[in-house]
């Protein structure tokens, strides 16, 4: 258990769909991002919160629509997505300052397949 | 962009054996990470780095941050079935309030009994 807990592990959604994804973190952090990990490929950073505030939105499609009520919750709204979107979705929260930056602490990600 | 440059994609090692793993960029980086990813699993951090020179052991894992700044490496001694995932090298930037981390596409090992 690293702190940071995902919901639901896997997902298996229809391209007409409407389904979202749940991240809760319990170590006091301060932002939260969302990665996309397809197979052979980087991590795809896709949103950055800090302090709640959307602050980075790395060219994501408008299907997916990230939510951050609370310093400790994140979300990812999907709807109509399309196959390619398959993929391990990986929340994670640090708490970086500009005078000592700190490693990310990922959840387990949730496993999506569309289809 | 900036980009982390791990390779072989794959590693076969056998149990028992010392593994060594290097990570580059063409950037400066003021702290390197380094990740470790189990099947079915987010990555879980191994060892940080946070100055130039740096060399930090974490049991058999040993990391260094290259003097330069601009790449690391990470050593596994003794390798054990266990060790087998996806290993991944992240460097971290100051921007701010927030520093953001770019990730290498990640070395997967595998450890023959």
């Known amino acids: 258990e690293t702190g940071v807990t995902q919901t639901p592990r896997h997902l298996v959604m229809g391209m007409t769909n409407k389904k979202s994804l749940k991240c809760e973190q319990h170590?006091?952090?301060?932002?939260m991002y969302w990665y996309k990990q397809s197979a052979k490929k980087p991590l795809e950073l896709m949103f950055v919160y800090s302090l709640e505030e959307r602050v980075e939105n790395n060219s994501v499609p408008s299907r997916f629509s990230p939510e951050c009520p609370n310093s400790s919750h994140l979300f990812l709204h999907l709807h109509t997505l399309q196959p390619e979107d398959s993929a391990l979705y990986l929340c994670?929260?640090?708490?970086?300052?500009?005078?000592?930056?700190?490693?990310?602490?990922f959840g387990s990600g949730t496993r999506l397949t569309v289809v | 962009g900036q980009q982390l440059n791990q390779s072989p994609q794959s590693m076969f090692i056998q149990e028992g054996e010392d593994v060594s793993m290097n990570c580059t960029s063409s950037s400066i980086f003021n702290t390197w990470l380094w990740y470790k990813q189990d099947p079915g699993e987010g990555p879980v951090l191994l060892i940080a780095?946070?100055?130039?020179?740096e060399l930090t052991s974490n049991g058999r894992l040993t990391a260094q941050f290259g003097i330069t700044r601009k790449d690391s490496f990470l050593n596994i001694s003794a390798s054990i079935p266990s060790d087998v995932g996806i290993y991944f090298c992240?460097?971290?930037?100051?921007?701010?309030?927030?520093?953001?981390?770019?990730f290498g596409k990640g070395i997967t090992l595998s450890v023959r009994p």
């Open positions: 780095l946070y100055k130039a020179g």
């Open positions: 994670a929260s640090s708490q970086g300052n500009s005078r000592q930056p700190y490693g990310y602490t």
């Open positions: 992240a460097g971290q930037q100051l921007t701010g309030a927030n520093s953001k981390l770019t």
């Open positions: 170590l006091g952090h301060n932002a």
